[in-house]
Structure formats: structure tokens, C-alpha cells
């Protein structure tokens, strides 16, 4: 079950690079190939904590996730444990200086926040978060301009982008709910006639 749990995975995130318009980060990549980190960002403990981010830091993070990928007919990214994924990632996988660069990325969202409206992103109203967001995700994506914002400024939240999307869609809920998995398994258009033998009638 593991074996097909794992290629199960591997198929979503082959998705979810063409979504996010290339490779993924090799700590991301690792962390949601490991069994161990999945077990434990899915079917957490009762007494769960996390170890990278404070408890205002987990909840900036569940928020913004919320905002990427927002509950619809199903759930969003929140209800999937994103955030938690986050913080196993960074508490497991992440080498320290990219660790730090991620915490730092958040304390930027909030002093962003408070610069323009006077209070931390997750005290902001929906719609000023999301304004927040659009003016990054514009930065960090943007259309080909010569005055393109450079990599280093956009790593956050390419990075946290990354981290959501990839956490959302390899968890149960966006395996089975969003990419809708068919029940034949994966489609397959180019296996030579050789392979398969006779053919049913």
C-alpha cells in the first residue's frame, strides 16, 4: 500500500509542478516524498505542536495557505493541514539559512500589514489580505518586463506558494477531492500493442 501511496504521490507532484511552472524546491520535494513527515502533518498526535513556528507564525502561515487555495465545494488548505505541512517541512527537511529566510518572509507579511493598514496580516480584513497577497504573488510571477523584481526579493513567497500547493495537493484531502484520481489508475496512450498481448473482445 505504501508502494502505490508513493507513486500516488509522485503522479501529484509531477501535477503540481506544471501548475506551479516548474521544478520543486529539493527540500519541499523531500519532505512529501517521506512517509514519516506525512504521518505526521496528516494524522498528527493529540498533543501536535509545532517546532519551527510560533503559534502567530502557524497561524499567518494557515492563513495565507487559506487565501492560495481557499475552500470551495471542498476543502482548502487549511482543513488539509497545510500548515502544519509547512512547519514539519521547515522543523525537518529545510537546512537552517532557509529556514531563518522563511521566518524572516513572514515577519516582511507583517510589516507590510501593519505599514499599510496597522495591524498584523491575520488581524487585516479578508479583502486587505488578499490585496496583500495579489501584489505578491504579481511580483513573484511576473509578466515578462525588463523591470522584473529580482529572484532574491520573491523567494518567500515563491517559497510559500510552493510549500502550499504542494502540501494541499499531496494531502488526502487534494488527492482524492481535487485532482480526482481515476479509478482505472493513470492513463496511459502509448503502450505498444506487444505489451499487452491479446486483446479482450
Do not use: N
Request: with cysteine; proline share 6%.
Amino acid at each position: 500500500m505504501e508502494h502505490d501511496d508513493l507513486i500516488t504521490r509522485r503522479q501529484a507532484l509531477s501535477r503540481v509542478a506544471i501548475l506551479l511552472g516548474g521544478a520543486i524546491s529539493a527540500p519541499t520535494l523531500a519532505g512529501a516524498l517521506d512517509a514519516a513527515t506525512r504521518r505526521s502533518w496528516i494524522a498528527p498526535p493529540q498533543d501536535w505542536a509545532p517546532r519551527t513556528l510560533d503559534a502567530g507564525q502557524l497561524e499567518l502561515v494557515a492563513v495565507m495557505a487559506e487565501h492560495i487555495v481557499p475552500q470551495t465545494d471542498t476543502p482548502g488548505a487549511r482543513a488539509a493541514g497545510v500548515h502544519r505541512f509547512v512547519d514539519t517541512l521547515l522543523s525537518d527537511h529545510y537546512p537552517s539559512p532557509e529556514r531563518d529566510r522563511f521566518v524572516a518572509g513572514l515577519a516582511d507579511v507583517d510589516a507590510r500589514a501593519r505599514s499599510r493598514h496597522g495591524k498584523t496580516f491575520v488581524e487585516c480584513t479578508a479583502d486587505q489580505q488578499v490585496a496583500l497577497l495579489t501584489e505578491l504573488d504579481e511580483a513573484a510571477y511576473p509578466a515578462v518586463r525588463i523591470d522584473s523584481p529580482r529572484a532574491s526579493e520573491t523567494w518567500f513567497f515563491r517559497r510559500m506558494k510552493e510549500l502550499t500547493v504542494v502540501g494541499y495537493y499531496t494531502s488526502q484531502v487534494g488527492a482524492t477531492q481535487e485532482l480526482h484520481p481515476s479509478p482505472f489508475g493513470a492513463y496511459r496512450g502509448d503502450i505498444p500493442y506487444s505489451s499487452v498481448g491479446r486483446a479482450w473482445s
